[in-house]
């Protein structure tokens, strides 16, 4: 049989843990679904590889192109205050070099693209010119 003292033990603990993995559970989905800054990216990016992340920043080097398939594609670096991400994605995109921008795509920590290996790159699925957002709907 085993003593009161240890089944009281046993319960706070119990408790104790789920309390933690409770209050531990929303910080992560808030993260994972705010904005992410390039510099958290860059400092963690095993942490946010493969995932789904939104970011905002500079647009520099901007360059359009066409893929394989003929369809139209464009490229640019992303900047914030310290640190730099390439953004790749399929369609036109309506921004130019220097617009302040929100992404959202794919993070790749490293991704294979023939004999070269690209790092730290977003695949977008949006790219959102901060000048042509309503501000009634921007903080």
């Given at each position: 049989m085993i003593p009161l003292r240890s089944?009281?033990?046993?319960?706070?603990?119990m408790l104790c843990m789920l309390v933690l993995s409770l209050s531990?559970?929303?910080?992560?989905?808030?993260?994972?679904a705010g904005l992410v800054e390039v510099t958290e990216l860059l400092a963690h990016p095993d942490h946010?590889?493969?995932?789904v992340v939104t970011v905002s920043g500079r647009v520099s080097?901007?360059?359009?192109?066409?893929?394989?398939?003929?369809?139209?594609a464009f490229g640019f670096l992303l900047q914030d205050t310290a640190g730099t991400v390439?953004?790749?994605?399929?369609g036109k995109a309506d921004?130019?070099?220097?617009?302040y921008?929100?992404?959202e795509g794919i993070f790749s920590r490293?991704?294979?693209?023939?004999?070269?290996?690209?790092?730290?790159?977003?695949k977008a699925t949006s790219v959102q010119s901060m000048a042509k957002m309503n501000p009634d709907l921007v903080g």
């Open positions: 089944m009281a033990r046993i319960s706070v603990l531990i559970l929303p910080v992560a989905s808030l993260s994972a946010y590889n493969h995932q080097s901007f360059q359009l192109a066409t893929n394989r398939d003929g369809q139209p390439k953004v790749v994605g399929l921004v130019r070099e220097g617009d921008v929100v992404v490293l991704r294979q693209a023939g004999r070269a290996i690209v790092y730290n790159e977003i």
